[in-house]
């Protein structure tokens, strides 16, 4: 809603988005919450085994069908399963990763 309400401020009309996806969602809480509060299919990727399970339990407690895998971005980006995404939220991560593992450089176009 707060991305809407910025391109709305810009004059923009915000685009429905279908399907999001959250690069490094940490403990999940974010993506969960916003699994919970929409209609949108939400997919995402975390390097770190723990906070994905963490993630992936709080998405089964709220009955909730979120895509969580504990992936690098360069695995999770050529998974063949994965939809058009919409929306893509990044949060800090996109300062933090170099170039050479960033899915703009290892996925196919």
């Known amino acids: 809603l707060r991305a809407r309400l910025a391109l709305l401020k810009a004059g923009l009309l915000a685009p429905q988005v279908r399907t999001a996806c959250e690069l490094a969602f940490g403990q999940g809480l974010a993506i969960n919450f916003h699994a919970a509060a929409s209609s949108t299919e939400w997919w995402g990727t975390d390097f770190n085994p723990a ?3 963490f ?3 709080c998405a089964a407690a709220a ?3 979120v895509h969580l895998y504990d992936e690098a971005f360069s695995e999770f980006c050529t998974r063949r399963d994965l939809p058009e995404f919409d929306y893509i939220a990044l ?3 996109w ?3 170099s170039e050479s593992s960033s899915c703009a450089t290892t996925c196919p176009a």
């Open 91 to 93: 949060h800090g991560i």
């Open 63 to 65: 009955q909730r069908d």
């Open 55 to 57: 993630a992936q339990e």
């Open 51 to 53: 906070q994905t399970k």
């Open 95 to 97: 300062s933090w990763i």
